[in-house]
């Protein structure tokens, strides 16, 4: 039986397990509570409790598993999950068909707006971003020494039931920040499953992907539509310079680029269920999902 390990359940993972359920798939997923362990066992998920973050994984507790999806972020030490489940992971390197890293468009850094693909060489990269880097780098050579099925996914801005910029202006929390000429992109965590899900149906060892919608866009065009979806005035602009952020939010507008997603179209065969932020948010508005 076909059995995946999610390392982190979050919502990428939330959204492609009901896929792999419907081909009877056995699925796990770590935990750090009985809580959440509760809820996932409600779902037909074995909980793999694991409450000690860096505390070694048994190697018992992966037996049987086929396919691996690694969700966590990286620390200041690396990636956490090679750290506490590396050699678990190695012990079952000759059953693992296939292992998926969910990293970010970080890896790629700035590129001034241009357009840009998996192949461009990067630009300069923020700190965030060169954790990412790093920690591919350590997926890779794990990889390459025990001969493991290693895709990795380079995630644009996540956004999908409950997620998204509905919620931002229904909760009075969304801003338009004008900062000319700046651009991200985005993707729907429903088109994130049809991605995962393909790869997984044609691996190709070693491979990256971009993980994007078709258009890049102001993300204060994208606030603006949604109160336009909503029948609501659009929150004020406000310029870049002006705007009171975090460090970690002005740290995004530190990187502009427009990413090609041609590679998951012409090596997976994917059809994108939302192109733009314009399907995603209409679609997310008529279900009500906000």
Known sequence: MTHMMFFGFGFCAAALAPRLQAKNWRLSASCRTPEKAAHLQAQNIRPVVWPEAGAPLSADVLTGVTHALISAPPNDAGDPVLASAGEALASIAGDLQWLGYLSTTGVYGDHKGAWIDEDTPAGEIGERGQKRVNAEAQWRAFAETHNVSTMYFRLAGIYGPGR?????????????????????????????????????????????????????????????????????????????????????????????????????????????????????????????DY
């Open 164 to 288: 998204n910029q509905l919620t931002s202006v229904v909760n009075q929390t969304a801003r338009r920040i004008d900062k000319p000429e700046q651009v991200f992109s985005r993707i729907h965590v429903e088109d994130i499953a049809t991605i995962l899900a393909a790869s997984i149906e044609r691996p190709n060892a070693g491979r990256a992907y971009s993980v994007c919608d078709d258009e890049p866009a102001p993300p204060q065009e994208v606030v603006a539509y949604a109160a336009e979806l909503l029948g609501q005035s659009p929150p004020p602009l406000v310029p870049f310079e002006a705007a009171e952020l975090s460090p970690m939010a002005r740290s995004f507008y530190g990187d502009n680029k427009r990413i090609r997603n041609q590679r998951i179209k012409d090596e997976l065969g994917v059809t994108l269920a939302y192109p733009s932020y314009r399907e995603g948010l209409k679609a997310l508005f008529e279900a009500k």
